[in-house]
C-alpha cells in the first residue's frame, strides 16, 4: 500500500530499509525525546514487526517509510494504529531524518495519513502523543489540525528523569471542517 503527496511517497518497509533505518535512527538528536539510540537488533525486531503488520487482515496497524520523490530511499517513517475499536480512535506517530527537519516531511506526510484514516478506515479520533519538551512535533501535530487534550504529567522515563507528555486529537468532524475550508480556499483561488 503507498500514499502519495505532491513530494513524498508513503511506502510499505521492506528488509532492504534496514540500513537506511539504522542510519537516521543511529542520530542521537532523533532519540533525544523518545528513547535510546536503539541497536541493531531492536532496529530488526522493529521492521521484522513492520513488515508482519503489513500481512495482517483486517490490519490494525500500519508502518509506512517515508521517502522523498524521485529517491526511494527511506527518510522516515509514519504509523497508524487502531487504539480504542470500540470509538474508533487510531494513534498516529511519526520520525523523519533530522537532515530533512524543516522542510515540511512530517507534516506532508501525516496530512496525507490522517485523509486516508479518515477517508478509508472511518476513523472517528486520531491521537498523537510527545514529549512535552518536543515543540517541533507539537508544532506539527497543530498544523495538521489537531488540538492539544491534555498534559500527561510524567508518563516517560526518559534520561534518568520522568518527563511529561501532551496528548492531541482530531475528530472526524474536525477534519471535515477543515477538509470544506482548503477545498473553499482552492476554489478561490482558481476562481
Given at each position: 500500500m503507498e500514499l502519495?503527496?505532491?513530494?513524498?511517497?508513503?511506502?510499505?518497509?521492506?528488509?532492504?530499509?534496514?540500513?537506511?533505518?539504522?542510519?537516521?535512527?543511529?542520530?542521537?538528536?532523533?532519540q533525544r525525546y523518545e528513547q535510546p539510540v536503539p541497536d541493531d537488533e531492536a532496529t530488526r525486531a522493529w521492521l521484522e514487526q513492520s513488515i508482519r503488520w503489513a500481512q495482517q487482515s483486517p490490519r490494525t496497524h500500519y508502518r509506512w517509510g517515508i521517502t522523498v520523490q524521485p529517491d526511494d530511499t527511506v527518510r522516515g517513517h509514519l504509523s497508524l494504529a487502531l487504539s480504542f475499536e470500540e470509538i474508533q480512535?487510531?494513534?498516529?506517530?511519526?520520525?523523519?531524518?533530522?537532515?530533512?527537519?524543516?522542510?515540511?516531511?512530517?507534516?506532508?506526510?501525516?496530512?496525507?495519513?490522517?485523509?486516508?484514516?479518515?477517508?478509508?478506515?472511518?476513523?472517528?479520533?486520531?491521537?498523537?502523543?510527545?514529549?512535552?519538551?518536543?515543540?517541533?512535533?507539537a508544532r506539527v501535530m497543530e498544523k495538521i489540525g489537531?488540538?492539544?487534550?491534555?498534559?500527561?504529567?510524567?508518563?516517560?522515563?526518559?534520561?534518568?528523569?520522568?518527563?511529561?507528555?501532551?496528548?492531541?486529537a482530531i475528530l472526524e468532524k474536525d477534519w471535515d471542517q477543515l477538509s470544506e475550508r482548503a477545498c473553499g480556499r482552492k476554489g478561490t483561488q482558481t476562481e
Open positions: 502519495v503527496t505532491r513530494r513524498l511517497i508513503l511506502r510499505e518497509l521492506r528488509h532492504s530499509d534496514f540500513e537506511a533505518i539504522r542510519e537516521y535512527e543511529s542520530h542521537p538528536e532523533i480512535e487510531w494513534e498516529i506517530g511519526w520520525t523523519v531524518h533530522d537532515a530533512c527537519w524543516g522542510r515540511g516531511y512530517a507534516t506532508e506526510a501525516a496530512t496525507a495519513v490522517l485523509t486516508y484514516a479518515f477517508g478509508e478506515l472511518h476513523a472517528h479520533r486520531v491521537v498523537a502523543f510527545c514529549n512535552a519538551a518536543n515543540v517541533a512535533s489537531m488540538r492539544r487534550d491534555g498534559l500527561l504529567r510524567e508518563t516517560r522515563w526518559l534520561n534518568g528523569a520522568w518527563a511529561d507528555e501532551c496528548v492531541y
